[in-house]
């Protein structure tokens, strides 16, 4: 029973790092429409930023945000301005080859500059557990999660409290509504882009705490992060974190007690079950775009 609830409790917490990589795709294809393929690339991109930094300045890779954040922030608004912006009205096949063409271009340009080496960062605490209730639960993960929740409530309180959060909300929910009541529909695109990646940035320098980056690791990531958006409904916040932390509980599960190797095909199972039960998600939002 113990060792079913230490899963459980490390599932949780990596879930609400799983569940901020979702949320940066389910902010760019909400707002956007975009199918972004290259996904878990730039979160790849985002774990070898951490770290770069960690290696160069002997500092934990958290600091690393300061500098990766606003980055991050430019690098949504370029990726906009130059590609995303000439996707967004073409059809759904150009997404798909545009953002695969980019992710091969990620992972091979890592693979010259790092070669295919595992690459990991070794921090203060990365060996320390916080021991509670003969549970014992790594600081990494600790640090993880909380990171993925500060931002995550963050974005919570500026999309509802903020008059720019409300214009994304708009627009995801009805771009032709809010261009005829005056909102920059394009400079809106640009914000949600900038967004995305920054909840990239953090989940990127999180992950890389406790998980080793290699150049197609992206590929996993990107598979992920899109079972997760649609398990728990495409533009919905709560359903993100939900479906984050499931999938993360059942791979804690089915790779403690039966082969890690069968994860992915356990949350397949699992997200096809979904789809035929609930083919919206668990909290779907019902796509209302124009």
């Not at 990589?21 to 690339?41: C, P, R, V």
């Not at 790849?44 to 770290?51: K, N, R």
Request: charged content about 10%; overall charge neutral.
């Amino acid at each position: 029973m113990e060792i079913f609830i230490q899963l459980i409790i490390n599932g949780c917490l990596t879930g609400m790092t799983y569940a901020l990589m979702a949320l940066g795709l389910s902010i760019i294809f909400g707002t956007l429409g975009l199918i972004n393929f290259a996904h878990g690339d730039f979160i790849m991109l985002a774990m070898y930023g951490g770290f770069l930094f960690s290696l160069c300045s002997g500092m934990d890779p958290y600091w690393g945000l300061f500098i990766l954040l606003p980055v991050a922030f430019v690098l949504g608004i370029a990726f906009y301005r130059f590609l995303f912006k000439k996707l967004i009205d073409a059809p759904e096949e150009s997404h798909i080859i545009a953002t695969f063409g980019l992710s091969f271009v990620f992972q091979y340009g890592t693979m010259l500059l790092f070669s295919a080496e595992y690459k990991s960062v070794s921090t203060d605490y990365s060996a320390n557990v916080f021991h509670i209730w003969n549970q014992y639960i790594d600081y990494p993960h600790i640090y993880g999660a909380l990171a993925a929740a500060i931002l995550i409530a963050s974005l919570i309180m500026f999309l509802h409290y903020t008059n720019t959060g409300r214009a994304i909300r708009a627009v995801s929910e009805q771009r032709r509504g809010a261009m005829m009541i005056g909102i920059n529909v394009h400079r809106i695109y640009m914000i949600a882009a900038g967004l995305g990646l920054c909840c990239i940035a953090v989940s990127g320098v999180s992950l890389i705490t406790f998980e080793s980056v290699h150049p197609t690791i992206g590929t996993h990531l990107n598979l992920l992060c899109w079972i997760i958006v649609v398990l728990g409904g495409i533009g919905s916040i709560p359903g993100t974190i939900v479906g984050a932390i499931i999938i993360a509980i059942m791979e804690m599960m089915v790779g403690y007690y039966f082969e890690p190797a069968l994860t992915t095909f356990a949350y397949f199972i699992m997200f096809l079950a979904i789809l035929m039960i609930r083919p919206s998600g668990i909290f779907g939002v019902k796509e209302r775009r124009a």
